[in-house]
């Protein structure tokens, strides 16, 4: 498929005010709660954020695999969230995702060959049997699988092949957008290093969009273009890759990147040490969601949810004192020197 | 400065359907009393079954300690018998482990737990212990009164705080902290660290702390053994590894890592996979995936060449001899 | 779909050369089980013997009273009277309380025994299997509707279901099989259920919704196939309880009444004279043991060779 009208300016996705909540005995469960971002043709968002912030929801929420509360997803002009059941049939093909768990995420009684040939089978893209195992070896071919590895089962393979199975997997139908949901998280530093360059290869070579989700802040520097951040199922902040590293304006943001351990001797710099921990999303109180750890917070931060405003082109947050600390009027006191 | 640990020659096997598994293979190591040392390495390269060999804690007959001597304050921890190394487990030396889901007990309250802990080594009445437990538990900066509380009413972090205050309640002379923070996000594995940071010059503790994260050997280390395959491939302190790595995993190490402060647009990843254990190849088990390999490297095991301050396992540096 | 007619042909080759690696590699791994594989020839061996009943044994000879023969030992010769004509007949396993041969009846009552373990089995577990399969993978209303349902099942005591089962729908053979797989259908819809359920929520499920498919190749493409190994077990272990339970039936009067011989029921006709004639429950006891251990076994070693993960 090709680029509808007036194609390359406008986001590949586009998602608006994405809610998504989870019915438990205690109350509605806010996993999502009103996020809305686009991702540009090519690119890659990143997005991040802690266990419980809604990130793997969202993602999962776009692709319609947990059918979303309310909000809009409009995959290249298309209204996803109101597709019926056959054009759902038709997007999916195009909107793929790689999963976490390279164990998990890959059925134990299927041969590499029988996992990856599933969506061409599905989907009635192969003519023959021989066009079934020609397909199939050049997806081997293009996530860099051995030839050899066609017959064998995913339990006999490392974290790394098994990966590259659900990458495979995921191109197999030639789609323009994929959600990566954490898929380097489960796999040592040499082999996540091997997955991450796979994956930059292969949306330079299919120009493919991604949304990359992680908790890892090296990882998706390194891979983003733009990158939000999630806390309790909201985006505090949205900026380009490396203006995000160099300047964070949500007082979450600045916490969570001072958090970060840097492999280098006297590189300890100044740490924001948050106290306390995520607090819960059944029925969360109005106001500011971070605001019961956030070192600057007033009292008006607990009224209402601050609204994510574009402060600077492309650089959006959502704080109430934005303008303080913009202004530099204001700084968050820092653990040590 | 004195020796706490010294390992010598270690080597740990495990036997499943017919093969061996050579998990520990000859390892050296030794710690300086007060000092934190970081075993860094990938899935598989013996770290865990190493700390679990302090403690000889591998279970047989699935695995076995085939040779080595582990000297804990000049005493042969393999050679003990059974009374004498549960006095040593948690009263001298205890461990903390990566999940804290499962390292905690669901029908008993922390404080329950911490007691038993106190109660088993020191003599004390319960009361004595209850009372230790809470004050343990505020050490780790748990309010005191949630010592009624089960492990379920705890968050991830909150859990592995009670962990490290079971493993420091009687004080140990060595901690084994195996991933302590791997499964904590991380503004909270920020507090934890900073805790044990804390915890560390109250106690003074020598520490092992495995981990596959080098940012944390950066803040938290003082020396750092770099494992690959069983075997300790370069050890050295922090400054000099890091600032200066030299074993050529050690680098492809650092070159794996996304960093924070540059920008690449290709990483260099060490290429190849871990070596199968049941089948680790012939002389430098490195060898199949070093881009810096020659010919001697796949015939004959480095010797540890000493360089200015740090230990190196590579025919690279010192004398090239068949 | 249209293709040439050479590449169909090779398609058609190499599909079967597939089919017949992977079943070849399915009965390598399964002829790997020295047990297994005996087992399966001693049930073949058993349903043979079963089908020849009629070669080895007259009917009406095994099931005619013969009270001086009464508890004769195994092996020994006495004289018999059949359809007016006296001769010498050889119990080699001995003679029941009516003097009749058991070796004859267990032949003739395996047949019986054998369809009821088989039978039983198979139709409890396709009902039962399909609800706890629905009620695992769809949940809500149908999980609860199905629960409730194999929650009354198990409420009523199984021996009077089998009757209620009988007598609603008359004593015949059919309905016999009807009432005792009726009876354990409940126990499959709860380990299919709680199966489905336990592997439904894994990744490659939600996986396998990415790549576009539908409920029903994901149930029987990825989570049935993931499930085998305590619906198989469950299943062997059933066959013996089915053959015995049979017996518990026909005692009451139900199913297979006596003279009709059949290893439940001669169990249960023999266990009065266990100190007297001890041979007279053992070998029917026998043979019920021998072929539930060999379902057993069969049944582990199915489970084994449809695991890849122990391939080797």
Known sequence: MTATSNGNDRPLLEVRDLRKYFHTPQGALHAVDGVSFHIRRGKTLGMVGESGCGKSTAGRAILRLHEPTSGTVFFDGVDVTAASRTRMHGLRSEMQMIFQDPYASLNPRKTVAGIIGEPLLIYGRVKDTDDYEAQVRELMKTVGLADRLYDAYPHELDGGRRQRIGVARALALNPRFIVCDEPVSALDVSIQAQILNLLGDLQDRFGLTYLFITHDLSVVKHISDDICVMYLGQLVEKAPAKTLFQEQVHPYTKALLSAIPIPRVGARKKRIVLQGEISSPVNPRPGCRFAPRCPLARDFCRITDPPLTEYAPGRLAACHRMDEILQGKIHIQEARG | MDTILEIRDLSVHYYADRETVQAVNGLNLSLTRGATLGLVGETGAGKTTTALSILKMIQEPQGRIVSGRILFEGRDVLTMDRAEIVELRGKEVSMIFQDPMTSLNPLLTVGEQIAETVRKHDRVSKAEAASRARAMLETVGIPGGRAEDYPHQFSGGMKQRVVIAIALACSPKLLLADEPTTALDVTIQAQVLEMMRSLKEKFVTSTILITHDLGIVAEMCDQVATMYAGEVVEYGTVKDVFDTPKHPYTLGLFESLPSLDE???????????????????????????????????????PEPVRLNGHLVKCHLYGKKEG | ????????????????????????????????????????????????????????????????????????????????????????????????????????????????????????VAMSLLVGGVMGALAGYKGGFIDTIVMRITDIMLSIPTILLSIAIVAALGNSFFNLLVAIATSMMPRYARIVRASVISVKDQEFIEAARCIGAGDFRIVTRHVLINILAPVIVQSTLNVGSAILWAA??????????????????????????????????????LAIMITVLAYNLIGDGLRDSLDPKLKR
């Open chain 3, 248 to 285: 518990s039936l026909s005692f009451l009067g139900l199913g297979i009444l006596p003279p009709t011989p059949e290893w439940g029921n001669m169990l249960s006709e023999a266990r009065e004279f266990i100190k007297y004639a001890p041979h007279t429950l053992l070998f029917p006891g």
């Open chain 3, 1 to 120: 779909m249209s293709s040439s007619p050479g590449s169909g042909e090779s398609r058609f080759r190499r599909s079967l050369k597939r089919y017949r690696r992977n079943l070849a590699q399915f009965g390598r791994r399964f002829a790997r089980n020295k047990l297994a594989l005996a087992s399966v020839g001693v049930i073949v061996a058993l349903s043979a013997i079963a089908l020849m009943a009629d070669i080895l044994y007259d009917y009406e000879f095994i099931t005619t009273v013969q009270l001086s023969n009464s508890f004769k030992s195994p092996g020994t010769t006495a004289a018999v009277t059949f359809r007016g004509e006296t001769f010498d007949h050889r119990y080699l396993l001995g003679a029941d309380n009516y003097g009749r041969d058991i070796l004859g009846r267990m032949i003739h009552g395996g047949r019986i025994s054998l369809i009821i373990g088989f039978v039983t």
């Open chain 2, 263 to 301: 920008d690449r647009d290709r990483l260099r990843p060490i290429t190849g996979l871990m070596p199968d254990p049941t089948r680790l190849p012939p002389g430098c088990p490195f060898h199949p995936r070093c881009p810096r390999a020659m010919e001697i490297c796949s015939r004959l095991s």
